[in-house]
DNA sequence: CTGAAAGCGCTTACAG
DNA sequence: CTGAAAGCGCTTACAG
């Protein structure tokens, strides 16, 4: 007898009882398989809405192999991360891609090394498979994930260098951010600062080297001194522009690797009185809320979010359906957001 | 044999046969059961270690009626709320609370009435609880949910008003409504106006109640036109601020039901040439990162969102634990936390 | 097209 | 304290 109080649920044996077949055929029918006759098909679909018929999924699984979960990991070591909008809309783009194959979405988050490690046990006992977002690269994870061979998916590039042995979806960031300084310097801009994103995430790294790219293409100078590290946060967005200001006092615009620290940047410059757009332009990344809140306006550059998380999910279901192929990787391009601080 | 490839996972059966004992002992050892030799739990556990022993957890789940998994509901039909703080927080603290207790938590977004009715199928096939974020006061999830009679606990109360049947946490909205009230009128603001979240939210309608019950304390005039309707995003803030400007001119502070809705309205008031706080005071509610990234920083109503999802899955627990026990409400206490705009 | 049967990997009274 | 056995609710070759 279950555990579980009041788990009176019909069983497949019951629906077979009342539309008068085995319960093999019972199941057939309800899987949909293809050789199995009119009548027993009617006498079944009946039977089971008489009853309200939900099958066990465990007993299921128990058979198949297969969960129908998937572990949707986040590595918030970064608080920040977690109420980033990226989180929020690639997690609905896999949500929905999964709902229409009926496998459903596991939240496990990864704060430490011992929940990241919890994380590869419970996918080895539970789930099919794992979409990973964002991920300050960490290369344990990715250790524990190909040891316990587990199928996933990454958000963002994994490893920032070298070959990739991982599936990934990831944004056009160096595109991107190219696209935000092209946008500053082609209305004149010509000491175009840079505050960067974790470097050891994808993100904050090739959203550089864009930066980079457009300097370069321009024929600009380009120092280090032009360069500061923030952490996606508004306060190390804030923290960085006034470094800048230090150090560049004759920037003229400013190019932050997501909106979160460009609010801080803006902060920081209204304060230092310099005005935006006239004195400074500033272009951010994302195409969060809050960028259309801040005041002026904040360009930014929009990724696909939601069809990060779907593509992520599509590309799982299918190492699921043929594993051992080689690694896919695939990068969704972004667009040039105006509004009026750049 | 099972679809799944490379699935060679070692057994219950094989620990056993290694340990050189019963397949029932040392499910009795890996359980945690009392009465077992220690030999019998020194040789089971090596063994465990040696296989690398991981149990399936399906059929586990086929035995004992519980699957482990408890449903995240978040209705998202407002794209807004998603990108809220509150679900991340709220989200993480249920996370870490669950984890304790071995229970994973089930991501299910209720976009429309169709996925609504889906999260109530899937609940009642493979969920043993739900824990409900935020939630329109959604009669229809309320009737599915007593429906297939899955345990649950919400987040906010429900319904708005009268008797609840449901199990719920909330945070003291009136109270913290009154407090971010209270502060402007201690401070010499006679007319405070008030731009209100979604009245058929609880969290909407409460901050609304404790906007009236500060002025009312205070002998202060209340009229409707001192009230505009917001949805919780920047720009219905902005929008509200805009007709509050216009329908009282001569106001002298704000207390907006959310964040994201104050940042709309610092806009809106910056672009009409009025000043924060000289001219016009302006109290969020949240503390959302953003709210720190203001100029100037807004002050705002804190509430303890990890402990409000904590204390939900603590309370799923129990009812878990003990079924058919009268629903369990709790209300936890809000803070002001002042930066400049009051 | 269908039924009978085996089996997925576990837990849990039951007897001893 | 332990083993043998039943059984949780399904799916899937297999034989017909």
Redesign the pocket.
Known sequence: ???RTG?QRP???QVAALAG?????A??V??GA????P??IAAVRAAAAELNYR??LS??S???GRTGLVGLVVNESNDHLFSDPYFAEVSRGAHDALSEADVALVLTLAGDARERDRIVEIASMRLDGLLVIHGHSDTELVAGIERVRVPAVFSGRVPIEGESKVWYVDADNRGGARLATDHMLGRGRRRVVHITGPLDMAAGHDRRLGWQDALDAAGLERTEAMVEAGDFSPASGAAAMRALLERVPDLDGVFVANDLMALGALQTLAEAGRSVPDDVAVVGFDDADAARASTPGLTTVAQPMADIGRRMAELLLQQLASPDTDPVHEVLATRLVERGSA
């Open positions: 007898m279950p555990a788990s069983t497949l044996e077949v085995s319960r093999g055929t199941s057939r309800l899987s293809s050789n199995v006759s009548s027993a099958p066990n007993a299921r128990l058979v198949t």
